[in-house]
């Protein structure tokens, strides 16, 4: 019977200590994800948009406005909230760059790129020291997708562009 009680007294702290950190990891996500969210709305408000696809990765935020062509960067790291509502028609280039660790040659991260009137702005769809390594796949999708749809309403913003100046 003391054995028993021995035992359980030896293993619980581990289910204990195990509980106690989801439980805090959970609301500090929530707390991120209500930053996130309200940073979203006011640049919603602000720009009178209407968002057409949004993602979202643990801390961060990219949509898209069609009807606008506006593209839609959010943040939100050590209680700041970053946020930035580009016009697409102003983009000169973008690209994708993946950081790789010179020693290992593991991609350390991956960032879009974009330039805006040679002013650079970055979004990071990984980041090692910050995302789980099995997260890396699902990323490079992601930020090959929204290369792709970034592009595609580029290339609508200047045929529609061309058929304003041959009207």
């Given at each position: 019977?003391?054995?028993?009680l021995i ?39 602000r720009n ?23 593209l839609i ?95």
């Amino acid at each position: 019977m003391y054995t028993f009680l021995i035992v359980l007294m030896l293993l619980l702290p581990i289910p204990l200590y195990f509980g106690f950190k989801a439980l805090f990891e959970n609301k500090h996500n929530r707390r991120n994800a209500l930053a996130l969210k309200v940073a979203l709305d006011r640049v919603i408000r602000r720009n009178k948009l209407s968002i057409s696809e949004i993602d979202t990765f643990r801390n961060r935020i990219i949509a898209l406005d069609r009807k606008n062509n506006k593209l839609i960067l959010a943040e939100h790291r050590n209680s700041v909230t970053w946020e930035k509502c580009l016009f697409l028609g102003e983009l000169g280039s973008f690209t994708i760059i993946k950081e790789m660790d010179q020693l290992t040659g593991c991609i350390q991260k991956i960032v879009i790129e974009f330039n805006f009137n040679n002013d650079l702005v970055h979004f990071t769809f990984y980041d090692s020291s910050n995302d789980h390594i099995r997260e890396l796949p699902t990323r490079v999708r992601k930020a090959t997708y929204w290369k792709n749809k970034i592009q595609h309403q580029l290339n609508n913003v200047k045929a529609s562009h061309r058929l304003e100046y041959v009207l």
